[in-house]
């Protein structure tokens, strides 16, 4: 009679193998992109694999507050191979539906319902094998910029308008301070000293 290994006495934990943790992807991560990387390890349960979701909303815990850091983790991490997308997140059939991921060191079941199919682990990661390769791969990612959708009017009679630069919100700043500045200053009854 086989003997069954007793549960663990303090519960759950996040495994990562040695041979990760050595390898040059691993390596050449950013802290940021490692904590991600520890925050997400920490949802893969026994069949979810392929339906890992990172969004700040669920990774405010993790001490992840800006979508910039969490985006440039993602990047990090997809460019080494140590994860790789799912799911392409965005609006469709009118709802907002966020990305979702795989870690590429374990296999994924299927999950009809979301479109993912059954796959064996393919471990990207292996191919990195010098710290400057998994270095230029990381800079590489960084340098893409992320698309943005530009919205415009069914209407194609109607003009388009100029699109949206961060210079418009500087400058957009510079007048309300002027403004701010600008204005009368008021008397107030605790002043001592009168203008």
């Given at each position: 009679?086989?003997v ?41 349960g ?32 997809q ?75 069914a ?9 949206f ?25 605790a ?5």
């Amino acid at each position: 009679m086989a003997v069954k290994k007793p549960a663990d006495p303090r519960g759950g934990h996040s495994r990562v193998y040695w041979a990760i943790q050595d390898s040059m992807a691993w390596r050449a991560l950013s802290f940021s992109a490692v904590a991600l990387y520890m925050a997400m390890r920490r949802k893969l349960g026994g069949t979810n694999n392929g339906n890992i979701e990172a969004t700040i909303t669920t990774l405010r815990h993790a001490g992840f507050k800006a979508p910039s850091t969490l985006a440039k983790g993602l990047k990090e991490l997809q460019a080494v191979g140590l994860i790789d997308k799912t799911r392409q997140g965005g609006v469709a059939w009118g709802k907002q539906h966020c990305s979702l991921y795989r870690f590429t060191d374990e296999p994924v079941f299927e999950h009809s319902k979301l479109g993912i199919d059954k796959m064996p682990a393919t471990n990207e990661w292996q191919r990195l094998d010098t710290l400057a390769a998994a270095e230029r791969a990381i800079a590489e990612a960084l340098e893409k910029k992320s698309p943005v959708q530009k919205l415009y009017r069914a209407n194609t009679n109607s003009v388009r308008a100029p699109p949206f630069s961060n210079t418009d919100s500087v400058e957009a700043g510079s007048l309300l301070v002027q403004k701010l500045k600008q204005a009368p200053k008021t008397k107030s009854a605790a002043d001592p000293h009168p203008h």
